[in-house]
């Protein structure tokens, strides 16, 4: 299985709601990854989880609570969005983190939200 | 400050020409670069890896050239397809330190049959 899957594919929410987002892999990967895309944009990294501890955060707002309970499931938390929060949001796997970046990520296909 | 350009910002050709896309980096101390192909909402597919030894690679139709010494590379995609259609982005990584790679805006190909 070279697959990662997220969950759900699309989702609407309004400012006070609080949703999850999932992102799954059965590759034995012990790095995974939070991005946020917007339109015509690249990626950009929002949190990498290493052997299930958080190892970087790029200064996300707080309303962004992610959380790795095991080694092939990764959560992102969401509380009190803003409509500029609506993005692609991509999971990513790779076989460990490595600080020189050899290490290919499999991306999974992306969460639209959208923040009304 | 570490930076990815890419150009064109968009291309439109016709099925079965070839192509190349550019990408132009400043990642210091550099180790590798990638390319991704990302079909319209979906997640990033890796193309080709390079190294710093490495010249020239391919998979298929898709080979990646890089110029470790101009900071170069490019992507070149022979006889188009429709599938092909997609946005091409060059990702660097640099060595040491923590491990953020350097995304390009990408290129935004369009095949035309």
């Known amino acids: 299985d070279t697959e990662v899957t997220q969950t759900p594919k699309h989702l609407v929410m309004g400012m006070t709601n609080k949703k999850s987002l999932k992102c799954e892999q059965h590759?034995?990967?012990?790095?995974m990854y939070w991005y946020k895309q917007k339109a015509k944009k690249p990626p950009e990294l929002m949190f990498v989880?290493?052997?299930?501890?958080?190892?970087i955060n790029e200064s996300v707002p707080s309303r962004f609570s992610p959380e790795c309970p095991n080694s092939s499931l990764l959560n992102l938390h969401l509380h009190a969005l803003q409509p500029e929060d609506s993005a692609l949001y991509l999971c990513?796997?790779?076989?460990?983190?490595?600080?020189?970046?050899?290490?290919?990520?499999?991306f999974g296909p992306g969460t639209r939200l959208t923040v009304l | 400050k570490n930076q990815v350009e890419q150009s064109p910002q968009s291309l439109i050709i016709l099925e079965g020409k070839n192509c190349t896309l550019q990408?132009?980096?400043?990642?210091?101390?550099?180790?590798?670069l990638r390319w991704y192909k990302q079909d319209t909402g979906r997640g990033p597919v890796s193309l080709t890896i390079?190294?710093?030894?490495?010249n020239t690679k391919s998979n298929g139709r898709y080979t990646a050239t890089l110029d470790a010494d101009t900071k170069q590379s490019s992507l070149h995609i022979t006889a188009s397809q429709l599938s092909d259609s997609a946005s091409y982005i060059c990702?660097?990584?640099?060595?040491?330190?923590?491990?953020?790679?350097?995304f390009g805006r990408g290129t935004s190909l369009i095949v035309h049959p």
């Open positions: 990513a796997s790779s076989q460990v983190y490595s600080t020189s970046g050899s290490y290919e990520q499999f």
């Open positions: 590759m034995g990967h012990r790095a």
């Open positions: 989880y290493s052997y299930e501890k958080l190892s």
């Open positions: 990408c132009n980096y400043t990642v210091s101390p550099f180790s590798n």
């Open positions: 390079m190294t710093f030894s490495e």
């Open positions: 990702v660097v990584s640099a060595s040491g330190g923590s491990y953020i790679p350097t």
